[in-house]
């Protein structure tokens, strides 16, 4: 939120001028009737302030007002407001109606709004000036929560000064997915859940809403539940394929029929006239609407229990099927204004077939107007981005922000070795993966290297579900992290899929809502009640990662009292510890395999148990396991090595990220604590299901944290024989079972037994479950610290190494100051440099190393050392190296003799910074010199 000087007036101010104003007479010769009349004037001349979703904004501000006790009227002109107490006027900034500070000042900026006070002739007046028709109604909206918030509707529409809003992001996206026949068809068949979501997603300041088919399985192999998979003969019957058609095998519990039974007209009537209203309802209220087909296979292999068969297609009518189809989509739904297509593998058509995707593009080309493509990015290249934008479409490459989970907010500095591309194909690849594998195997998690000069697309990223699966996480910080990144290097936002994305997914769905409450009192009337929330900040922090936390802290009080900013800062803590696991500790990056909320037990032992994880390094133990940023994070031997060897490295260790987890734990359990005591009511649905959440992400936080401090001192062990190393790390590990079974046992009494995500252990359960294989592996440590008869190593001390496994870890806190280049000039050397300071008794850098690389993930990082140079550090990125299509990433290593080593950027206290600098900007002057970046003090 931008303000001119733009701070609100504080309450207190207000009331004293409203008393003088009654003392004073401002009201005098109106009733105390017209006291209470509010009226909204929608300049006449402007046809956007006139459009549908404005006025349905103007309609739900009025409904606000009436509901306050107010009488509210729109009129057509400033002439009929006389009288009135207060009017809200609807208008551009160039309208005769604006006030005369705001002529000539035009707002450029798409879906920004600016709020002016002033006056309509002598009536008191707040004017919502825009550009477009989402500014307007992001205006409106706010005035409304505003009021709905407030008890005091004059108070709560009282501006003393002019503020700006403008969007830091071109796409901020919510993506909702039916997976489950079960589970969702009792929202997708509910018009009120959709009205009522839909208004909050627009109110939440989010432009865009993708409703998506098809993610129902990764790949067209062992299917069972399988309603709308291929969603085409499920929606429409289409002309000259007489003989397709959806024939139904079992029922939708997974109980066979006695004969197949074929989709009635009119149910798929039904099936389509639901898609054809949430089109509408999300086209009414201003919001692009995007819809998702995830997958094109018709026919199942290895399937024997799928749910439906479709029948009529071969392979010869399968494409043309598919692209008349489509059309009439298109056609009947003139809403959709874009197209999200999964174009690798897994949607069943094997990469390579581009006659296949050329065919069904045609739907798209002639359907008359402007459809994007956002074609997923795994398996993307430069054949079918030509094909899609010969189609004479805007086009978009979704890529996953963090791999398949919710990381830390920023864009990973490198990838995982396991990404790495390479020449190799396996059997699967060459069939399904020609393109995705091999080669091109690090499109697969990140934004690969498609953020280069001259695309013929733009690049949106995409976060997938991981860690916000289930459980409500809302950290405000790290929101606007992901906001500040999600225009990396000229990317065009963010699209988030929603929390619940793959609840009953691969037939694992029950009827009793999609929550999986045991405790039905918690269940709200609509899931997306309980992620509420989550909406309102994601929203609100996307569109302005600055904004005002009173956006999102009314709607708290409403709901807890006093006790909001408590419940706030538990949740938001807690919030932080499974993005933290995700970034510092990825057993997989697919969340097909990983729930980071429910783990299967990875085994420290090796050989204890079979790892469950087959995407993860070799030999596959806890140990061993690679961070989703393994640039800036250590694993487990890593660190063991660096520790025994006294040797500093800069990177995060496992056992920093411990001390971070149990910070946030305990920071968690304090707010907690409070909140308990000043809640309205700690009895409430709303507040018990945030607290159970809470203890749930902390419970799972704190075994993290004590396993990951076994594990090092369990390959302590391993390297030293150190008897006291294994006592301790068994000890850990004990601590760690017993915060886990306190966690599950409590929440035993909250969520079902099997909160399902698929059909295999790994994605369902509870967390009950996964005790066992937590006490096998502690079994078989324990074993092995009593039959092992090595001796400490008398070359190694295991003592110090011991004493920081187990202590709380401390960084050279040394700040630096930085320059950041504003640009660079391609072809020409580019200097950097960077000013050390010593900080109380701390000792400068003795030796800095330059580390840059191209913003492109199939590169690796090189770097350079840096001279030191009248009293900093100096180096410059080759001009060979800058003459690139590419931006430039860099960031600093710092150390102290053989002590201490850091990095700059640290990350900051809320790790919702981003940890390194970069360049997208060209110049024809090269070295143009930015702003000035201090390096905030490393974390502890």
Known sequence: ??????????????????????????????????????????????????????????????????????????????????????????AGTDSQLAPTPSSGVVLTTAESVRFVPGNVGQVPAIFVLAIDALGFVYGLLELAERVQFNDDPMAALHFAESIENRPANEVRGVGRYFCCEIEDKVWYYDKDFWRGYLDTLVASRFNRFTFAYGLEYDFPRGVTGDYFHFAYPYLVEVPGYPDV???????????????????????????????????????????????????????WTDSPNAYHRIEGLTPETHAAYCRDALAILLKACPEIQGLTLRVHGESGIPEGSYPFWQTLFEAISGCGRKVEIDMHAKGVNQIMIDMA????????????????????????????????????????????????????LFTRYGYGDFLHEGSKYKLLFRSWP?????????????????????????????????????????????????????????NPNSDWKKYEYYYRVWGRKLYDPDTDPETWRRFLRSEFGAGAVSVEMALANASRILPLVTSTHLSSASNHDLWVEMPTSMPIVVGSEPSPYGDTPEPKCFGTVSPLDPQLFSTVIEHSQDLLLGQPNPKYSPIEVAQWIEDSVAASNRALISARVTVKSKASPAFRRIEEDVLIQTGVGSFFAAKLRSAVLYEIYLRTGSPEAGRLA?????????????????????????????RIPKRRGHWSDRL?????????MQVKLQSSSASVDPGQDAGEAIRAATGKPNRLSVRSAHTQPTSFYPGQALPVSIQVMSSGSASSAT??????????????????????????????????????????????????????????????????????????????????????????????
């Open 466 to 522: 991981g860690t916000q699966r289930h459980l409500l996480c809302v950290d405000p910080e790290m929101a606007a992290g992901y906001s500040r990144t999600s225009s990396f290097c000229g990317a065009t936002g963010l699209d988030l899929m929603e929390p619940l994305t793959f609840k009953g997914r691969e037939g694992s769905g029950a009827s009793g809502g999609r929550c999986a409450y045991v405790d039905k009192f918690l």
């Open 772 to 780: 066992p294989d937590i006490d096998t592996d502690i079994a078989t």
């Open 1 to 90: 939120m931008r303000r001119n000087p733009d701070s609100l007036i504080e309450r207190r101010e207000f009331l004293k001028l409203a008393a003088t104003a009654t003392v004073l007479g401002l009201t005098r010769n109106v009733s105390a009737a017209s006291s209470r009349r509010i009226s909204i004037v929608v300049d006449a001349g402007n046809p956007v302030a006139n459009s549908g979703p404005v006025m349905r904004a103007v309609g739900q501000l009025r409904k606000e007002l009436i509901s306050k006790g107010m009488t509210c009227e729109t009129v057509a002109s400033g002439d009929q407001v006389v009288g009135s107490a207060l009017c809200v006027v609807v």
């Open 730 to 758: 068994l000890d850990h590990y004990k601590t760690a079972r017993a915060g886990w079974a306190t966690m599950a046992g409590r929440a035993n009494g909250v969520y079902l037994s099997d909160v399902s995500y698929g």
């Open 389 to 440: 934008a010969g189609t004479g479409m805007p086009v978009k490459l979704g890529a996953k922000y963090s791999a398949e989970h919710q990381s830390l907010g920023y864009n990973q500095a490198d990838i995982r070795a396991l990404e790495i591309p390479h020449a190799n194909l396996s059997g699967n690849d060459v069939s399904l993966f020609s393109v995705s594998g091999g080669a091109r």
């Open 847 to 940: 030796s800095v190393r330059l580390f840059y690389r191209h913003v492109n993930q199939a590169e690796r990082w090189l770097f350079v050392a840096m001279k030191r140079e009248n009293g900093g550090f100096t180096a410059a990125i080759p001009g060979d190296y800058t003459n690139s299509d590419y931006p430039l990433q860099y960031y600093f290593e710092l150390r102290h003799e053989n002590a201490s080593a850091w990095f700059c950027p640290a990350f900051n206290s809320t790790f919702s910074n981003q940890p390194y600098y970069a360049i997208s900007n060209r110049s024809e002057v090269g070295g143009l010199l930015g702003r000035l970046v201090l390096n905030e003090e490393p974390k502890d």
């Open 245 to 299: 058609q959806v024939l139904q095998l079992f029922s939708p519990d997974g109980t066979r029929l006695s004969k197949p039974v074929p989709l009635s007209k009119e149910e798929r009537d039904r099936n389509f006239d639901m898609l054809r209203f949430i089109a509408a309802e999300t086209g009414a209220r201003g919001l692009h609407f995007q819809l998702g087909i995830w997958t094109h296979a018709f026919q």
